[in-house]
């Protein structure tokens, strides 16, 4: 497609239309597959689950072995046996058409490229929904069925859902969308109750690996990434291209002597978030939410076997030691995640705010440690 983006792709790993395993979702598979063996494919399919955990990429497999297998009813073989996995071979000519974005019977819904700004849109807007008109207005080629991924859902904006809405209402036939979506809870309950759900768990350790294995072969597989990570490769994945793991461990050095942090330490890293030019503000941001949201759940939960960094769950043991010290850092998790957000969208200088959140850290610390 012409107006292809990048907005369904993580920077630095492939696009999940050119990724033919799927790693951990055996479950979701095996529903599609007993829907498929009893001629029960609904018209839409909810891939729900956190980010990053593969399940554009389960998408893009369902579609393409929905575009190859023969309509009910319409083999030329007769009955056939039943169908026991969704794998097409990547030699098939649908995975090359796919991996070349020009399978007609697929069509990708995603955000757009602004033509005036040249930078994607931050929503999937009613107009790019209403594409999906030309699209089944065309003849159906190939075994008849035509397939439409969004990719995501929560990217849509009111008018954009609305759009959608309509066509869940009166789906064309042989037409099947796969709704992908990190946050279903947003979504209009109107557009859930269309779609059948296809729940999708973080990846356990082990498929964590080889699915980061696969995506990043020229990268070591660090064990740390399991407790970062939370089970989602594309966490993962971008926790290794960017030196994540580093970063994270310098968070963990700098609060081992809380309530009281290094001041040097505070501010050198306050200065490295720059203009968020290169991404390195978002990364501090969220390395601080992933730290404070382990810090609270350390006294409720065993300690982890996976340390995100060395010493960490010493650091865990004495600034969480008991369930209000976990409920103190719950709200001051929240807290700053409103406060991070809000400076964003203000515009306020990254350092200032990080200085600022550290002196909130130190806050709740003391309350804890006196």
């Known amino acids: 497609m012409s107006d292809f983006s990048q907005a369904d792709q993580t920077t ?27 001629d029960r494919v609904h018209h839409a399919w ?39 996995s969704l794998a097409v071979s990547p030699d098939h000519p649908i995975s090359s058409r796919i991996r ?34 030309k699209f089944f207005s065309l003849s159906a080629g190939g075994n008849g069925r035509r397939i439409v991924i969004v990719d995501c859902v929560d990217d849509m904006n009111n008018n954009a859902a609305n759009a ?60 740390s990434l399991i407790a970062l990570a939370e089970g989602s490769v594309g966490q993962a994945a971008e926790l290794a291209l960017t030196e ?17 942090f290094d001041r040097v330490k505070l501010l050198k890293l306050a200065n490295s978030a720059g203009r968020n030019t290169d991404g390195k503000f978002d990364q501090i941001l969220n390395l601080l939410d992933i730290f404070i949201a382990r810090l609270a759940r350390a006294a409720v939960s065993p300690v982890s076997a996976y ?21 103190l850092w719950a709200d001051t998790q929240l807290e700053l995640s409103q406060r991070a957000r809000r400076g964003k969208i203000a515009n306020l200088d990254p350092s200032s705010l990080i200085l600022d959140m550290g002196l909130r850290i130190e806050e709740t610390a003391s309350k804890i440690l006196r």
Do not use: W
Not at 116 to 129: H, P, R, S
Not at 207 to 216: P, R, S, Y
């Open 100 to 133: 070349a974005r020009s399978e007609p019977g697929l069509y990708v819904l995603r955000r757009q490229i602004d033509e005036k700004t040249g930078k994607l849109k931050t929503m999937i807007t009613v107009d790019t929904v209403r594409k999906l008109r």
């Open 46 to 84: 909810m891939l729900t689950g956190p980010k990053g955990i593969g399940k554009a990429t389960l998408a893009y497999k369902i579609a393409r072995f929905l575009l190859v297998q023969d309509l009910p009813g319409e083999s030329l073989l007769g009955t056939q046996p039943p169908v026991t």
């Open 12 to 38: 630095g790993l492939p696009h999940p239309n050119n990724t033919e395993q799927v790693f951990g979702h055996d479950a979701p598979s095996a529903q599609v597959l007993e829907a498929i063996n009893g």
């Open 164 to 223: 959608l809405l309509k066509v869940l209402e009166e789906p064309p036939e042989n037409a099947v969308l796969l709704l992908v979506t990190h946050q279903p809870s947003r979504i209009l309950p109107t557009i859930r109750s269309r779609c059948r759900t296809l729940s999708c768990g973080p990846l356990s350790p082990a498929d964590l690996q080889q699915a980061f294995e696969v995506v990043l072969p020229d990268h070591t597989f660090e064990p």
């Open 244 to 260: 994540g793991v580093l970063a994270y461990g310098t968070i963990v050095n700098m609060c081992r002597n809380l309530p009281h």
């Open 307 to 327: 340390e995100a960094a060395p010493g960490e769950n010493e650091v865990f043991s004495r600034l969480c030691p008991n369930q209000n010290a976990a409920r």
